[in-house]
């Protein structure tokens, strides 16, 4: 099926082609035909996406090592070169990028691409622990890794035989992951480059290094390091090397993907790659005895398209009868699309329903039925919380846990079901003397908890006391011609920094009973312990928060 453009509507309708329906000696031609239409239009979508590019996009900030030939270095002019660089720039310009290159070690520009400081790294080996921290481009070259060992040394098959030796890898290379990823139990000993991890093996230090044979040979005899060996091809892992992007940049990592794909078609990619790395890859060396064939298939499928020719009327003919198939179609289309908007119309109606007695559930899983104020399983989870957020800045956090006093008697004398009226009604006082910031809770039977973040004690006390006075206050008629006034005990007490939580609970709890224990009706903290319980009288309604 193709799309055709419907001239001054911008819209697009389904054009079907059935090529089984163009029978006998017609069919091989039109397949020909029909698969160059495709590469052209192919072709043209990928320029006009280049074409787009130019000039819109901001400047590209691409990291580059310091010293990783023949992919990423800095030559005896100050430059930055290598096959990476040559590679990023070639993609870029096809697709009209305009970049900037800073260099650095290799855990500099790593940490600069994970940090958002740049947005590209050439060249990055592809590591399942790397992908949740950036995004990786279609892959461009592959290479291998093998240990380096002093010349005598028996040589190093794997990773297997490299337990229990002194093995130096780079810092955060792909030879370090990988070790990492494979539990090796001796810790490997890090250097920042490559031509640091050879010269700790020359010089007799350690047992090997671990990185790529490719590199590791070009550095040895650039540095003229003697005395070291390369071991064969380890056939653990290999280095899958792709452009590394800044994460959830998604447009760029497009660009680099289409880029990519135009230089390997235009022939830009065997040229950068035949400079810097054809001498590690042998079917490179011999890929140009195969284009004369391959020219030799292009010339036939030239040949083959002329025979196009003779099918006009014939394709003329079918295109009338695949026009109408197509009106067909299109009526179809139209009420099938009309079907999709209404169910999902309808499946956004049920989501909102559905989330809606999500919520609801959710509140009614920390919410005590009785008194509307949040359960004791909700009280934990945000003590947790407070205590967290007040270690961390700094700040007060006071606790109150309030009992209702003889509130058995008052069971035993009125029933239960006057015994809930009042725990309903110290809910609400509780709710009226409270600040929107302030959380409390129904703890356990007649028990009560309060928390007053970003409050001290001597200000918690005011607000504890407010709370007893109002409920003194309130009549209770459980019996008739008879009014029933119920007090509370409250102990109160500020967190400590770094103090356990159910230590903290414990020493509000203890301060509540001494409330108790020293005739109840009344507020005890730490400071008040010992004391008289604090008078209404002495917190005027002025004082109060």
């Known amino acids: 099926m193709m799309e055709k453009s419907e001239s001054g509507s911008g819209k697009r309708t389904p054009v079907l082609i059935h090529l089984s329906s163009l029978k006998g000696e017609f069919a091989r031609p039109v397949r020909w035909f029909c698969l160059m239409i495709v590469v052209i239009l ?5 320029a006009s996406g280049v074409c787009n590019a130019a000039g819109n996009s901001p400047e590209v900030r691409v990291g580059s090592e310091l010293d990783f030939p023949p992919y990423a270095f800095v030559d005896e002019s100050g430059q930055v070169a290598g096959f990476s660089i040559e590679l990023i720039k070639a993609v870029t310009d096809a697709m009209g990028l305009s970049i900037k290159i800073s260099t650095g070690s290799w855990g500099t520009v790593w940490s600069s691409l994970v940090e958002g400081r740049l947005d590209v790294l050439p060249i990055v080996a592809k590591l399942p622990e790397r992908q949740p921290l950036v995004d990786f481009s279609l892959p461009h070259t592959e290479t291998y890794d093998a240990f380096f060992v002093r010349k005598g040394d028996s040589p190093i098959p794997n990773i297997a035989a490299a337990r229990g030796k002194a093995i130096v890898v780079m810092r ?5 992951h990988e070790l990492l990823e494979r539990n090796f139990q001796e810790n490997p000993i890090l250097v920042d480059t490559i031509p640091a991890g050879l010269s700790l093996i020359s010089s007799g230090k350690h047992d090997a290094f671990l990185c790529s044979k490719l590199i590791g040979t070009i550095i040895l005899k650039k540095n003229r390091l003697a005395g070291l060996t390369a071991g064969p091809i380890i056939p653990d892992y290999k280095r899958v090397f792709s452009f590394a992007v800044k994460k959830g940049d998604r447009e760029l990592l497009e660009k680099l993907n289409q880029g990519l794909l135009i230089v390997k078609t235009n022939g830009e990619y065997d040229r950068i790659y035949n400079k810097w790395l054809s001498f590690d890859d042998p079917w490179r060396k011999v890929k140009k005895y195969f284009l004369p064939t391959i020219i030799t298939v292009i010339a036939i499928a030239v040949i083959a398209g ?12 079918r295109t009338r009868e695949l026009a109408e198939n197509n009106k067909k179609l299109l009526h179809a289309y139209d009420d099938l699309e009309a079907r999709v908007q209404e169910r999902t119309a309808e499946l956004a109606r049920a989501n909102q329903l559905l989330q809606e007695n999500e919520k609801r559930y959710r509140e009614l899983s920390i919410v005590d039925d009785l008194t509307h104020l949040y359960n004791s399983r909700h009280f934990y989870h945000q003590l947790k919380m407070e205590i967290d957020r007040a270690d961390r800045y700094g ?3 006071t606790l109150l846990l309030l009992d209702l006093d003889d509130f058995k008697t008052f069971n035993d004398a009125y029933g239960h079901i006057e015994g809930d009226q009042v725990l309903m009604r110290l809910g609400q006082v509780v709710k009226r003397c409270l600040r929107e ?3 409390a809770y129904r703890y356990g039977g007649e028990e009560f908890t309060i928390l007053l973040p970003m409050t001290t004690s001597v200000d918690g006390a005011v607000t504890a006391e407010r709370i007893r006075m109002e409920f003194k206050k309130e009549t209770f008629s459980p019996a008739p011609g008879q009014d029933v006034h119920v007090t509370v005990s409250i102990g109160l007490a500020q967190y400590k920094t770094k103090e356990e939580m159910k230590a903290f609970v414990h020493r509000v709890d203890q301060l509540m009973y001494q409330g108790k224990k020293n005739g109840k009706d009344r507020v005890c ?3 008040q312990a010992g004391r008289n319980r604090v008078q209404g009288n ?3 309604d002025a004082d109060l928060r």
Do not use: I, M, N, Y
């Open 525 to 527: 903290s730490e400071s």
């Open 172 to 176: 955060s290379d792909a030879a370090h």
């Open 395 to 397: 700040q007060p956090l």
């Open 306 to 317: 002329f025979w196009l020719a003779t099918l006009q009327q014939l394709v003329r003919k």
């Open 538 to 540: 002495r917190t005027s």
């Open 437 to 439: 910031t302030d959380f």
């Open 42 to 46: 192919f072709v043209g979508g990928l």
